[in-house]
């Protein structure tokens, strides 16, 4: 499974963006999808994920974020969205996209090391 994430770029305080992440190689029915993020100096972090099993979808969305970031599938695709409002400088960093077969727990869903295939990433520069 190859996963390759688009959509980065400089934008500035307050602007939009929204990231996308396509995973290739096989399709899953029921699977999960995340996106991480990790800032100069920090460590990387999770953002929002979305899993999927039949019919049912949710979605988790880090709590610092929660209200300015989404995330969104294409349904019937490995394809996820990250959209991204009011963006502010500590959103810049690499963003990450990943992604596992079978929909994991709830408890799951933020942890890396739930995630089987990754992305390279794509950088977001939030600068004046």
């Known amino acids: 499974v190859q996963v390759v994430e688009s959509g980065g770029g400089l934008v500035q305080p307050g602007d939009s963006l929204r990231l996308s992440c396509a995973a290739s190689?096989?399709?899953?029915?029921?699977?999960?999808m995340a996106w991480f993020r990790q800032g100069p100096g920090k460590e990387r972090e999770f953002v929002g994920a979305?899993?999927?099993?039949?019919?049912?979808?949710?979605?988790s969305i880090r709590d610092t974020v929660r209200g300015r970031f989404s995330v969104s599938r294409d349904k019937g695709k490995m394809t996820v969205y990250l959209q991204m409002n009011s963006l502010k400088a500590e959103d810049t960093g690499v963003y990450y996209c990943?992604?596992?077969?079978?929909?994991?727990?709830?408890?799951?869903?933020?942890?890396?090391?739930?995630?089987?295939?990754w992305g390279q990433g794509t950088q977001v520069t939030v600068s004046s």
């Open positions: 990943a992604a596992r077969a079978g929909r994991p727990i709830s408890s799951a869903l933020r942890d890396a090391v739930t995630y089987d295939y």
């Open positions: 190689g096989r399709t899953f029915s029921s699977a999960g």
């Open positions: 979305i899993r999927w099993s039949g019919g049912n979808t949710d979605t």
